[in-house]
């Protein structure tokens, strides 16, 4: 059973407009990705279970919640999804950081992986894949394959922009993992870019264009 997410919250809405206009320069676009990884952040991990542990207040003892589990594994795909990293982090500052290095080949549009690192145990964490484009969806299947096959079994993706086309792909071949999507966007274009979209999420957030 597949799940995907839409944002529908005003304060992301704005900032990914903000994001995707051409005149928003690297520093601030950085912030941006930042701030809506944060936002998306809050609203997907709302189903986080939670434990009571015991306590003193300056006042009594009590009994109160805290996350349950093994701390999680936040894995960006590189580059563009480094940029969300810090906002997941501000939101759960003890979770493991693995990394899955891919690019889309300029011709054929395919994925290729040419790095990968995750934490251990990954088979006991909730798993956080951030980037911030879905176009085709290669490179999010390809990276969740990956996970799977290193043992990943509880998987969230969170993605600011997204065509209607990676959806479909993605739900299709991972129905089991949860997809939070900031916007649907209309289409893809002939070079496989997201339309509207924002450009080349990379290129804008390092400023390589
Ligand atoms: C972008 C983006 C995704 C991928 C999405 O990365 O960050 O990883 O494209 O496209 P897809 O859904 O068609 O696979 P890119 O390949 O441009 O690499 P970069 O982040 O290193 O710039
Ligand atoms: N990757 C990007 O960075 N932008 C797109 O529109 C599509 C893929």
Redesign the pocket.
Known sequence: MSEVIYMNHPLIKHKITMLRDERTGTNEFRKLVEEIAMLMGYEAFSDLETTDVRIKTPVEETVQPVLAGKKPAVVPILR?GLGMTGGILSLLPNAKVGHIGMY?DEKTHQPHVYYDKLPPFIDERLVVVVD??L??GGSLIDAVDEIKRQGGKRIKCLCI?A?PEGVRAFTEKHPDVQLYVGALDRC?NEN????P????????IFGTE
């Open positions: 563009a889309r911030p484009m176009a085709t922009i065509a893809l496989c870019y997201i339309c979209g924002l450009g080349d999420a990379g290129d804008r």
